[in-house]
Each structure stands twice: as structure tokens, then as C-alpha cells.
């Protein structure tokens, strides 16, 4: 067997950018490190997006960073998008979809330079199916998901990970 040992630097995740000061959130709740605390994701500020109700969860950086790794804890997720901020107020780009996820804890590769992510919910387990009287459909009544934590990783850059072997710069003996 043949070893690749060497050529693949060991990826180290950065801090959680969701913690750092100057950070908000659809709540703090949902960036303050406790997997205890829940809150809850809310509808949009635009009135256009008010017919599908669709809730959804923002976090803002306080300046643009690189996201490599996006954690999402919630007890009923189970179906929702997350997208990464563009560069106007409005254009949001898909980083990942999930459909029926049954786990609380999900936790996705990204690749987003960007201050901002929106976590847009479609389906929770406490959505509920109201029968429609005679002659109409039945509705669904979407419940809000329960966000515990919403965590921003990048990576740390390789330079910072190892202390360098030179001595001082130039030094030749």
C-alpha cells in the first residue's frame, strides 16, 4: 500500500464564527454556544414571502469570512436550505438542501466567503395538516423550527497551525 502521509495538511477548523463579538442573529439564542437554549426561527421581513410562510434564521457576521463548515442543531428540522449571503441586501446564493433529516445535529461543508447565512425552514415535525372542508384541500400548518445552535466554521490557515523551524530571516552560518 502506498502512503500519502505528508502531502495532506491536516485541516484545522477555526473558531466558531457564529461567537464572535459583534455578531446577530434572528435571536442570540441561536449563537450563544449553549445547545441548552432554543429559539425559534420567525417569518420574513419582506411581505412578499408572507403567503408561503416559510420561517427562516439569519446570522451576521460582523465582517465577511471564508465557511468551510456550517452546524445546524435543532430538535424538529427536517426539511430546509441554507443559503450564503451575495453581494446586495436581497441575493442570497443555495449553499445546501436537506429534505427529511431525522438527525438534531446536521452539519455541512460550504465553500461561502461571506458575512451573512440564512437557514430557510420548509418542513418541522410539528407541522400539523388541517382536513379542508367540503370541496377544499387540507392546509398545512407550519410550525417554526427550534433552532439550538447555528455554527460558522473556516479553516485555520496552515502557517498559523505549526510554529515555522527558521530562526531569524536570512540567518545563514
Known sequence: GCSLGGIVAKQEWSENYAMVKGVEATS????????????????????????????????????????????????????????????????????KEFKNIEENKVSM?????????????MRTSDDTTQPGSVGSQARLRRSPANISEIELYGLVEGKEAKPSTTTAAGASS
Open 28 to 95: 442570540p439564542l441561536m449563537v450563544d454556544g449553549d445547545s441548552r437554549t432554543m429559539a425559534e426561527t420567525q417569518l420574513p421581513t419582506d411581505a412578499s414571502s408572507g403567503s408561503t410562510r416559510l420561517t427562516e434564521a439569519i446570522v451576521k457576521l460582523p465582517e465577511p469570512k471564508k465557511i468551510k463548515k456550517i452546524v445546524v442543531q435543532s430538535p424538529n428540522l427536517r426539511s430546509f436550505s441554507v443559503y450564503s449571503g451575495g453581494l446586495g441586501e436581497d441575493d442570497w446564493k443555495l449553499v
Open 109 to 121: 461543508k460550504a465553500n461561502a466567503t461571506t458575512d451573512r447565512i440564512k437557514i430557510r425552514v
